[in-house]
């Protein structure tokens, strides 16, 4: 990580959770569950795509304040915003960190995919957990809706999971080179 904050670094985030907003604001079809909804959306790309290109911490701030703040103007989503920032940051730090290792034998594609794999899957595991404790344990709804409320939104989360990544990784190999010199020419 680039321990200098830059008027380049500042304004990708800026960008990179514009881009993490309006998608999920605008590019969804929500999904009612036994309890409450879910969504299949688009915010989850750019929130990878955020960690493929400007690193874990960069890409992971983006990632969190996009998607934080798609939470706190909606009324159905506004209690999650802080798990949200700490969900979605960590997608996008965990496939960050994967892209972002040194491994000298591996190619930029697979890297890519496994990366942003792992972010979406770590996402789905957390969003999951969540969805869970809150509805069994402080809601204190019975275990046969909530198993059935979570089998729904495990369904839909994995779909989404797997579409990201479909979608974030050619995406990303279009648009690296650009970001690449953007840097390139900010060290000059």
Not at 135 to 150: D, R, T
Request: hydrophobic share 55%.
């Amino acid at each position: 990580m680039n321990k200098k904050i830059s008027v380049k670094n500042m304004a990708l985030v800026g960008v990179m959770a514009a881009a993490v907003f309006v998608s999920s604001q605008f590019l969804q079809i929500p999904i009612p569950t036994a309890i409450d909804n879910t969504r299949l959306h688009m915010g989850n790309v750019m929130c990878l795509l955020g960690g493929l290109l400007i690193g874990p911490f960069w890409g992971g701030l983006a990632a969190g304040i996009g998607s934080a703040f798609f939470d706190l103007i909606n009324p159905a989503y506004i209690t999650s915003a802080p798990f949200t920032f700490i969900f979605k940051f960590a997608m996008a730090w965990i496939c960050g960190k994967f892209v972002s290792a040194k491994r000298h034998n591996e190619k930029m594609l697979i890297r890519s995919a496994v990366g942003a794999g792992l972010g979406a899957f770590a996402y789905v595991i957390l969003y999951l957990s969540k969805a869970f404790i809150e509805n069994y344990f402080i809601l204190h709804i019975p275990l046969e809706a909530v198993g059935l409320s979570i089998a729904q939104k495990a369904l839909v989360s994995s779909i989404n999971a797997v579409v990201s990544v479909v979608v974030v990784v050619p995406l990303s190999m279009t648009l690296r080179p650009a970001v690449s010199r953007m840097y390139q020419n900010n060290e000059k």
